[in-house]
């Protein structure tokens, strides 16, 4: 079922059983989950269906620190969320990253991979991948033409990711307004969240829209969707009873924001030829691998978990960086910056003699932030046209990260050179290993994580191992916020099947 909140009467009062704040990937996901459940399920939405200006303008925010895409630019604030723009590519966080390693610190998640395994096989059936599988084994019975490195697999080995096409907006929107039991609010903007006297629980949410109308909204379970930032910026704003926000008695909320760096690090020449198709992304492909370094490598070197993929130079030595491109705050005008600085850099590839350079491929890396407080997400004084204090976002990286990206390289060059495959030649801002500045067109991979992060003491993290907020019996955290490490790979794939978990949570609480 689906109401405008535009068309209602002001100050109308919703109820239901559980209300999901955000129609993205996250808050899609659970709400898929609960279709023809005996609960009344509130799904209350910012947007409408399609792209809007005036609602985008609420991402708006101010960045410091190191240098970031403008933050209107990052998200979607309509139903479906970003996956109206992401990229698809998925792949599982490995088991050294729930684990506490001494030399990260605050790491440590208080669940397990083995934890989360039933839930990623459920998330592949929502983003509509493939087998749960991500064995290189399996990828290689079934696509023969992908060819690995012959590298020593205890240093080295070939992490599998998958692409998903799935666009939340388009592909559940029909499932979602036809559901009985699931009622969509579109124009339904979050606003302020209210307690209890005692800030146990949650009475209420304010939701407000461009056309002037006021609305609550009461329910027995909140379920906060909307993005790492935004989630982190709600419970903030929502000061009015708890003055530092709500679940922010340790002041922990919006901190250890973390983002994946996705930057050329180095070169590789090999010695002769080789079909790299493994290693490469390409529109339409099922599957293809990163080196990764392992885990116990990892840990002999006190390093992060990343991975490297590789690019032709001939192309990717003529594509601008994407903090560079990706700069208008408008999301749409910069996805077409970034498409186009793509062909740009495919014909100026095309015009490179071929010769030694086909034998040259840029090294990408990928790579998990370190936890970090100072990283963080604020409000300020400046509010929205809804009256939400508007988001300062201030991006901060450590030496743990530039240090384990120079030796993942060095690593992959030993191991280069041992088989005999090739060289690799690191980029300029690695070289000096006393150097930790970053260069100022350093990318991120537009991956928010870490603002309301998952511990089961709440000193230390904002959300319990099962995502409800700490001291608040009824509101709980979906999505990426929650991850207490960033992992290496892309965030949705673990999103959605943290998020299935923590419906199945509800559900038996109901
Ligand atoms: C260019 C780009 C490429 C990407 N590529 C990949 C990739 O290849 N792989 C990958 O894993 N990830 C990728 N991502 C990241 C991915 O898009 C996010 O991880 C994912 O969409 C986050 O899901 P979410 O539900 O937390 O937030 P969103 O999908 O952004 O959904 C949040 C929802 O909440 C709504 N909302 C916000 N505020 C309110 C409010 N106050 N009240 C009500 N509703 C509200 C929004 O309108 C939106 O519908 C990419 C991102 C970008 C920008």
Same mark, same amino acid.
């Given at each position: 079922?689906?109401?405008?909140?535009?068309?209602?009467?002001?100050?109308?009062?919703?109820q239901g059983d559980i209300c999901i704040i955000g129609a993205g990937t996250a808050g899609i996901?659970?709400?898929?989950?609960?279709?023809?459940?005996?609960?009344?399920?509130?799904?209350?939405?910012?947007?409408?269906?399609?792209?809007?200006?005036?609602?985008?303008?609420?991402?708006?925010?101010?960045?410091?620190?190191?240098?970031?895409?403008?933050?209107?630019?990052?998200?979607?604030?309509?139903?479906?969320?970003t996956t109206g723009h992401w990229a698809g590519m998925c792949s599982p966080f490995d088991p050294i990253d729930f684990i506490k390693r001494d030399w990260v610190p605050n790491s440590g998640w208080?669940?397990?991979?083995?934890?989360?395994?039933?839930?990623y096989a459920r998330a592949h059936e929502k983003l509509q991948l493939g087998p749960y599988n991500y064995e290189f084994t399996y990828w290689k019975k079934e696509l023969p033409n992908l060819i690995p490195f012959s590298l020593d697999e205890k240093v080295i080995w070939n992490k599998m990711w998958q692409y998903s096409v799935a666009r939340f907006g388009k592909l559940y929107g029909d499932t979602i307004t036809k559901a009985k039991n699931i009622h969509l609010y579109t124009y339904a903007n979050v606003v302020d969240i209210i307690t209890n006297g005692t800030i146990t629980d949650i009475k209420e949410v304010v939701v407000k829209n461009h056309a002037g109308k006021t609305h609550k909204v009461r329910a027995k379970h909140f379920i906060l969707a909307c993005g790492a930032i935004q989630n982190a910026?709600?419970?903030?704003?929502s000061n009015s009873q708890a003055a530092q926000g709500l679940g922010n008695d340790n002041d922990i909320v919006g901190r250890y924001f973390m983002e994946h760096i996705e930057h050329a690090s180095a070169?590789?020449?090999?010695?002769?030829?080789?079909?790299?198709?493994?290693?490469?992304?390409?529109?339409?492909?099922?599957?293809?691998?990163?080196?990764?370094?392992?885990?116990?490598?990892?840990?002999?070197?006190?390093?992060?978990?990343?991975?490297?993929?590789?690019?032709?130079?001939?192309?990717?030595?003529?594509?601008?960086?994407?903090?560079?491109?990706?700069?208008?705050?408008?999301?749409?005008?910069?996805?077409?910056?970034?498409?186009?600085?793509?062909?740009?850099?495919?014909e100026a590839a095309k015009k490179?003699?071929?010769?030694?350079?086909?034998? !040259?491929?840029?090294?990408?890396?990928?790579?998990?932030? /370190? +936890? &970090? =407080?100072?990283?963080?997400?604020?409000?300020?004084?400046?509010?929205?046209?809804?009256?939400?204090?508007?988001?300062?976002?201030?991006?901060?990286?450590?030496?743990?990260?530039?240090?384990?990206?120079?030796k993942i390289y060095q690593l992959l060059g030993q191991q280069m050179g041992i088989s005999g495959l090739g060289r690799v030649r690191l980029r300029e801002f690695l070289r000096d290993e006393n150097d930790n500045s970053w260069p100022e067109d350093l990318n991120a991979g537009w991956h928010h994580m870490g603002t309301t992060r998952m511990s089961d003491n709440p000193k230390r993290g904002v959300?319990?191992?099962?995502?409800?907020?700490?001291?608040?019996?009824?509101?709980?955290? !979906?999505?990426?916020?929650?991850?207490?490490?960033?992992? /290496? +790979? &892309? =965030?949705?794939?673990?999103?959605?099947?943290?998020s299935l978990r923590l419906s199945d949570y509800v559900k038996d609480k109901m």
């Open positions: 079922m689906h109401i405008d909140a535009r068309n209602l009467e002001n100050n109308s009062v919703i996901s659970m709400a898929l989950d609960w279709i023809d459940t005996p609960y009344k399920v509130i799904l209350l939405e910012g947007g409408g269906f399609e792209y809007d200006d005036q609602v985008q303008n609420l991402y708006d925010g101010e960045t410091t620190g190191q240098r970031y895409y403008p933050l209107k630019s990052t998200r979607l604030h309509y139903f479906g969320g208080p669940i397990s991979r083995k934890d989360l395994d039933p839930f910026r709600l419970l903030l704003a070169e590789l020449w090999l010695s002769k030829p080789f079909p790299t198709k493994l290693y490469s992304w390409s529109y339409g492909a099922r599957a293809s691998a990163e080196l990764a370094i392992t885990e116990k490598v990892q840990t002999e070197n006190r390093i992060l978990n990343g991975t490297v993929s590789l690019y032709p130079l001939a192309f990717s030595r003529n594509l601008d960086s994407e903090m560079d491109v990706w700069n208008n705050e408008d999301p749409r005008k910069s996805a077409e910056n970034f498409r186009e600085s793509i062909s740009e850099a495919r490179v003699n071929e010769g030694s350079i086909s034998r !040259a491929f840029q090294l990408h890396t990928r790579i998990e932030q /370190a +936890p &970090n =407080p100072n990283s963080r997400v604020t409000i300020g004084a400046e509010k929205d046209d809804l009256g939400v204090p508007k988001t300062r976002l201030n991006w901060e990286l450590t030496r743990l990260d530039k240090r384990s990206i120079r959300v319990t191992s099962n995502c409800q907020v700490h001291g608040i019996s009824n509101l709980y955290v !979906a999505g990426s916020g929650c991850y207490a490490t960033s992992g /290496a +790979p &892309n =965030p949705t794939l673990t999103l959605v099947a943290l």
